[in-house]
């Protein structure tokens, strides 16, 4: 091939990918543009529906963040590898969702945020969320417990009731099993 068709060649290509690198800038600040916008309008809608208090702020760590085209809060608790979502529904409704390491996403519950005009409601339904997530993660940390396995009963043949008389002076017979020890959330605390 000649030189000058060549070079021909190599300035269509510059002036091609010159104008694919310009399409696509501008598309990446289109989608800026909408992102932007999206996570404006939800930073108003969670200050209308919501009042979280400044150390539930620290510890949550919630950010805005677009996912799949919609705005959304992410609270993260790295010690646990899971990231809460919590999403605007129609009118003032909202889901709060979980997605941990190794698991299907799961929604943990919808519920309707609060108002301005509802005294108290804002930091009802921050209230809400916060106890929400501090019980998915006291579950998620619960050791696993062990399922009782029914047993079935054994007839007993009445051949030593002697022995039996006298162990039952001795000790207490019970026919129902004791129940276990339950505490309180004082108690687990106190060590109880």
Do not use: C
């Not at 949550?60 to 979502?85: C, H, K, N, T, Y």
């Not at 799961?106 to 409601?121: P, R, W």
């Not at 002076?169 to 687990?188: N, V």
Request: proline share 5%.
């Amino acid at each position: 091939m000649e030189q000058t068709l060549v070079d021909v060649f190599e300035e269509a290509r510059i002036v091609v990918a010159a104008a694919d690198r310009k399409v696509a800038e501008e598309e990446e600040r289109r989608r800026e543009g909408e992102r932007a916008g999206l996570l404006q309008q939800l930073g108003v809608r969670i200050e209308e529906a919501f009042d979280f208090t400044s150390r539930e702020k620290l510890e949550l760590e919630p950010r805005l963040d677009v996912q799949r085209g919609v705005a959304v809060i992410e609270f993260v608790v790295r010690s646990l590898r899971a990231i809460f979502l919590l999403s605007p529904n129609e009118g003032n409704t909202w889901t709060l969702q979980v997605i941990a390491d190794g698991h299907e996403m799961e929604v943990l519950n919808v519920f309707q945020g609060g108002t301005k005009d509802e005294t108290g409601s804002q930091r009802l339904a921050a209230a809400r969320i916060v106890t929400m997530i501090g019980n998915w993660i006291q579950n998620a940390r619960r050791p696993p417990q062990a399922v009782p396995v029914a047993v079935a009963p054994v007839a007993v043949v009445p051949t030593e009731i002697p022995t039996i008389r006298a162990a039952s002076s001795r000790l207490q017979l019970r026919d129902d099993p004791r129940p276990e020890r339950t505490y309180g959330t004082m108690g687990k605390f106190l060590g109880a």
